[in-house]
């Protein structure tokens, strides 16, 4: 029931109670199955996966080329994804949320007294 090649189509869903009703879609049913059934995470889904968690230190991926880890990385960086320190990997809105132990203790050793 595809009416356009790249536009919105209405396929048919099916709801709790039984009754189908059509859902709007920008992709034709065909794609949406692949879409729905596929188990292959993206590199960069794999990335923001362990940041989600909070900041790490190291991130380490199985079987990543190196060279296109560090070239997904700048990419997300540079889409505002996720903030890279010398210290720490964080997701972005995670920068000045959370610190990691590393920087708490340059911070405690760094802060001046205050004068009274």
């Not at 790249?6 to 189908?20: E, I």
Request: aromatic letters at 4%; one cysteine or more.
């Amino acid at each position: 029931m595809m009416r356009a090649r790249h536009a919105f189509v209405t396929v048919p869903t099916k709801r709790a109670g039984g009754a189908t009703v059509g859902a709007l879609t920008l992709f034709p049913p065909e794609r949406m199955v692949q879409l729905r059934h596929s188990k292959a995470m993206t590199l960069e889904s794999r990335i923001l996966q362990q940041l989600g968690a909070g900041p790490i230190r190291r991130l380490t991926l199985e079987g990543v080329d190196a060279d296109e880890l560090a070239t997904t990385l700048r990419h997300m960086a540079a889409r505002r994804q996720i903030c890279i320190r010398p210290d720490q990997i964080s997701l972005y809105w995670h920068r000045h949320m959370i610190l990691s132990p590393m920087g708490a203790l340059v911070r405690k050793v760094t802060a001046r007294p205050v004068a009274a």
